[in-house]
């Protein structure tokens, strides 16, 4: 008598640990394919709040027409050398000028909400002390750099 190959449906596990933790997978993966198609959607896929209107091709609100920001974002291609000590052997007491480092995702309403704020707080600070810098990082266009810096939550500041 030749081998019948099994139904196709015998082969599904049966144990209904197995079935659940299964089912679990499916849903979380669908939960984040839903979470990065309404980004999106929602966004248009922008990668930036700072500068969007540049890169994203937005309509422009969100920039300053009349004066650069005071808000230096780092953007892709870029290197965040501002992220490194830029100490000089030829100057062992140099000090770094201070800066403020934002880290946000576009999609995060509370960075959303909080990015006109850092601007301003930006335009206040740089022109009573010249030297701070205040930079922006897109942990969404720059993952590596957010995971380098150990942020685990939006908005994050650093100096």
């Known amino acids: 008598k030749p081998?019948?190959?099994?139904?196709?449906?015998n082969i599904l596990?049966?144990?209904?640990?197995?079935?659940?933790?299964?089912?679990?997978?499916?849903?979380?993966?669908?939960?984040?394919?839903?979470?990065?198609?309404?980004?999106?959607?929602?966004?248009g896929g922008p990668m930036y709040l700072y500068h969007a209107a540049e890169v994203d091709g937005g309509d422009g609100d969100d920039i300053d027409s009349e004066e650069p920001s005071p808000v230096i974002e780092l953007m892709r291609g870029d290197r965040p050398d501002f992220l490194e000590a830029p100490y000089s052997t030829d100057h062992p007491d140099y000090v770094p000028p201070p800066r403020v480092v934002e880290f946000y995702?576009?999609?995060c309403p509370h960075c959303q909400h909080?990015?006109?704020?850092?601007?301003q707080l930006a335009a206040r600070?740089?022109?009573d002390?010249?030297?701070?810098?205040?930079?922006?990082?897109?942990?969404?266009?720059?993952?590596d750099v957010c995971k380098s810096q150990n942020v685990s939550s939006y908005p994050t500041l650093k100096r």
Do not use: D
């Not at 081998?3 to 449906?9: E, I, Q, R």
């Open 3 to 9: 081998a019948v190959p099994p139904h196709p449906l």
């Open 13 to 43: 596990p049966t144990n209904p640990y197995l079935i659940g933790a299964w089912i679990g997978l499916l849903v979380v993966g669908l939960v984040l394919l839903a979470i990065e198609s309404t980004t999106h959607a929602i966004m």
């Open 105 to 107: 995702a576009p999609w």
């Open 114 to 119: 909080y990015a006109p704020k850092y601007k």
């Open 125 to 127: 600070v740089m022109r």
């Open 129 to 143: 002390h010249p030297s701070v810098r205040f930079y922006a990082v897109s942990c969404v266009a720059h993952r």
